[in-house]
């Protein structure tokens, strides 16, 4: 049994990461962090799920800290955009900087396991600046010796979002369309949402319990077609 922590609870990953917990038959207690409160919080057992909400985010690492039990597991889907932070610089101060303060709060208080929800071909040796944010995350939380650290790195996030995205959105739609198709047209660059979502608790749950692959015993990145695989397990028994 686990209990877990999630941020980026209300996204469109995230959203569903939350739904995954809260059905899971090994997930004791999920406490978020979020700055509306998530969908899922009007249905879910209050035993089951704690939401702290609040558009003041230099105060969610020291709830992060007094959570008791402590976190086995951190999830982080936390993310903004350039439009809405107002600019690549104030993302990545967000973005990054957020996700660092919290996955450092969360080994502080103990946590063993922490499960980045990042983007394929991040690199901090990237030229194209999203890119490289990402890959600075992953390298700066990597960094943090967490005793497993699982990184997840999907393609295009197909599936929908609630705010308005117009050219992302033709995007998906073209990964739909290639889905209905024949699913090996999509699954190489494209994931659903859900299915992304069902990955990241598998793999998370299977790291604290030292369930990885040969070679990925303090460092699990999750690809394309490992999201898949998982997803499609976690469907069929979570």
């Known amino acids: 049994m686990a209990n877990v922590a999630l941020i980026g609870c209300t996204g469109m990953v995230g959203s569903h990461i939350l739904t995954s917990l809260l059905a899971h038959p090994g ?12 969908n899922a919080a009007s249905s879910a057992p209050q035993s089951k799920l704690t939401a702290f909400v609040s558009d003041k985010t230099e105060t969610w ?8 039990p402590t976190p086995d597991v951190f999830i982080s889907s936390f993310a903004t955009t350039r439009a809405n932070a107002g600019g690549f610089e104030n993302q990545y101060k967000i973005e990054h900087g957020l996700n660092i303060e919290l996955a450092r709060a969360a080994r502080d208080a103990g946590v063993k396991v922490y499960v980045l929800i990042s983007s394929a071909n991040a ?24 005793d497993r650290t699982v990184i997840v790195r999907p393609g295009l996030i ?8 117009p050219l992302e959105a033709a995007v998906r739609f073209i990964a ?8 090996g047209l999509k699954d190489g660059w494209a994931q659903d949402s859900d299915v992304i979502a069902r990955a990241a608790v598998k793999a998370g749950l299977r790291a604290l319990e030292g369930d990885v692959p040969a070679g990925s015993e303090k460092v699990w990145r999750v690809d394309g077609s490992q999201i898949i ?4 397990e976690a469907a069929a028994s979570p």
Do not use: C, N
């Open 123 to 146: 690199s901090k040796d990237s030229s194209i600046p999203y890119t490289r944010m990402k890959g600075e995350i992953e390298e700066d939380v990597k960094a943090l010796g967490f």
């Open 176 to 183: 739909g369309w290639a889905g209905k198709l024949h699913s």
């Open 229 to 232: 695989a998982l997803g499609k």
């Open 27 to 38: 997930v004791t207690r999920v406490d978020t962090l979020s700055r509306r409160t998530p």
């Open 158 to 165: 197909s599936g929908t979002r609630e705010e308005s995205r």
């Open 61 to 68: 690492a020291s709830q992060l800290s007094a959570l008791s």
